[in-house]
């Protein structure tokens, strides 16, 4: 086993618990210093752990939601169909009000609903049997969609490789093996690349910060770091230095939701380093997996962003207060990119570039 493959198998982010009777994740809230394995059980501590960012990362969180509703229908009594059904939709209910951008939330809760609602003919024995396998090929399809999206995004770092230095990447938040459920989105292209032979060494790979949860120092620094390949941690505000010092080549970054035409939510500053990039002509890859895109939301102004606790910004992590008490902060969860700042949207199914849209629905996507 390589030591990559070594470290996805130590660093399982989302996974059903070995008795069935809960879900198994990663608290990503103790990360980088302490790798500890929770258990959730109920509804309201898949929730906590959703909120709280416990498990996080657009595609995750569908993972967590599906095996949590497998879990949650397992301790359903019934004995009709519409009673079990009527359980199961309250805590597909509960569970969709945990947070609110990244659509895989919604869309695996769907499927799951989907999956139930189409196999009313079974008893609740079988059912729950029958959602249990739902949930699990809801992950196992992340992880083959993570790999397509990776041989993409490989091809495009191949293209543009310099000669006689590692190719420079910037990407924002994490979107790695701790948002998904096994290659992540925007670090695939970095793990097929260690596949196809290249060497840790062979990429520099710049992680924003990203402020205020610090996702990139923590955790995506931490799973890049340990999977060999070099790694560099900047505050957010250092993006533009690195651009305009010709150290990155090309950025990649993941999303919590595609509109119909391109426009692109993912965590908080993403949308600013869309703009540094286009200013110093970076290529700006979007990585989405299909479910990402919801073709139910026209344009980003559709797409509602979560608002978080401003202590986030003023008290977490520090000892005492660093704003004067009485002072607001300001703590949305993401932004939007404009289409117009994608040089590309990296799908399961293929590239998509320009009229969006059109792009999408040459790839068979709708
Ligand atoms: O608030 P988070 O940590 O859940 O935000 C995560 C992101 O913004 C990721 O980039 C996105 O979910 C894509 S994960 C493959």
Redesign the pocket.
């Known amino acids: 086993m390589s030591d990559v493959e070594e470290f996805f198998d130590r660093v399982i982010t989302v996974k059903l618990a070995e008795d069935g009777q809960a879900v198994n994740i990663i608290d990503?809230t103790l990360l980088p210093g302490t790798v500890k394995r929770i258990n959730l059980h109920t509804k309201e501590e898949m929730w906590e752990a959703i909120k709280k960012?416990r498990v996080?990362?657009?595609?995750?969180?569908g993972v967590t939601a599906a095996y949590g509703m497998a879990v949650l229908a397992n301790q359903i009594e019934a004995t009709t169909f519409d009673d079990f059904y009527r359980q199961f939709k309250a805590c597909k209910d509960y569970l969709a009000t945990s947070?609110p951008?990244?659509v895989?939330l919604f869309w695996a809760l769907d499927r799951m609903d989907r999956c139930c609602q189409e196999n009313s003919d079974l008893t609740p024995y079988q059912l729950k049997q029958v959602l249990y396998d739902e949930a699990g090929l809801i992950r196992e399809e992340d992880v083959a969609i993570s790999r397509n999206i990776g041989q993409i995004g490989l091809k495009i770092m191949e293209k543009l490789r310099p000669e006689g230095r590692p190719i420079g990447i910037m990407t924002?938040?994490?979107?790695?093996t701790l948002?998904?459920a096994k290659y992540?989105?925007?670090t695939a292209p970095m793990y097929m690349a260690l596949e196809a032979g290249w060497a840790g060494a062979d990429m520099h790979v710049y992680c924003d910060e990203?402020r205020p949860?610090l996702?990139g120092a923590r955790?995506t620094s931490f799973e890049l770091s340990n999977a060999g390949i070099t790694t560099t941690v900047q505050c957010d505000n250092m993006a533009s230095m690195l651009m305009k010092q010709g150290k990155i080549d090309v950025i990649f970054?993941?999303?919590?939701r595609v509109a119909a035409n391109g426009d692109a939510?993912?965590?908080?500053g993403?949308s600013g380093v869309a703009i540094l990039a286009k200013h110093y002509g970076v290529p700006f890859y979007v990585?989405a997996?299909s479910s990402?895109i919801d073709f139910a939301t026209p344009t980003g102004d559709q797409i509602p962003i979560?608002m978080r606790d401003p202590d986030e910004v003023t008290e977490m992590w520090y000892k005492e207060r660093m704003a004067p008490e009485g002072v607001d902060a300001f703590n949305p969860?993401?932004d939007v990119t404009d289409h117009e700042l994608i040089t590309g949207i990296i799908t399961e199914k293929g590239l998509a570039q320009g009229n969006y849209a059109k792009a999408f629905k040459k790839l068979g996507l709708k």
Do not use: S, W
Request: include cysteine; charged fraction near 10%.
């Open positions: 990503q960012l996080r990362g657009a595609p995750a969180i947070r951008t990244a895989n924002h938040c994490n979107a790695g948002a998904t992540g989105t925007a990203t949860l996702q955790l970054v993941g999303c919590d939510a993912n965590k908080i993403t990585c997996p990402t979560e969860a993401f």
